[in-house]
């Protein structure tokens, strides 16, 4: 029977993130697994897209300041939920490969997703999850969130 021992849980603080944090702490009860939980932080992907884009000094970004919210953030999050001495990563980057580069990097066996996170839920799946299960290197389970 198939155990998971090692989970990577993606937390976006949308309002899915409650959700998917409560799933990951009920499957890492019943298999006795570690978590680990990863936020990333997707600033800098407009301007990466945007070749001739220069931006003005009122919107150039402090990459150090934003990872240390995101780690504040990540924090409180988990403090709220008793997890916080939980190993946590966040990470500047695209949030499908970045999950899926951390994913391999801990040898996780289990990604826990949103479904669907701050992009809506327009589609079926939202993209982040769509393109985390078509690249992850282990099980992913996708969280639904209601709608
Ligand atoms: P979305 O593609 O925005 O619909 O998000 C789907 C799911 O991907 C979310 O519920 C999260 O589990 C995960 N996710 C999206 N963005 C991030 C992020 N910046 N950091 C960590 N996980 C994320």
Redesign the pocket.
Same mark, same amino acid.
């Given at each position: 029977m198939v155990s998971y021992k090692r989970l990577l849980v993606? !937390?976006?603080f949308?309002p899915?993130?409650e959700t998917?944090a409560r799933r990951a702490v009920d499957v890492a009860q019943a298999y006795q697994a570690e978590l680990h939980w990863?936020? !990333?932080v997707?600033y800098l992907m407009p301007l990466g897209l945007a070749d001739d884009f220069t931006p003005t000094p009122a919107l150039m970004v402090d990459e150090k300041e934003l990872l240390e919210q995101g780690r504040q953030s990540l924090q409180r999050f988990l403090a709220k939920r008793d997890r916080a001495a939980d190993p946590q990563s966040v990470l500047p980057g695209v949030?499908r490969q970045e999950?899926v580069h951390l994913a391999r990097e801990l040898c996780s066996d289990l990604i826990v997703?949103?479904s669907?996170?701050?992009?809506g839920l327009a589609r079926l799946l939202?993209?982040?999850?769509r393109t985390v299960l078509n690249d992850a290197p282990c099980d992913v389970l996708a969280v639904r969130v209601a709608d």
């Open positions: 993606a !937390v976006d949308s899915a993130a998917v990863v936020h !990333v997707d949030p999950i997703i949103g669907h996170g701050r992009h939202g993209s982040t999850a």
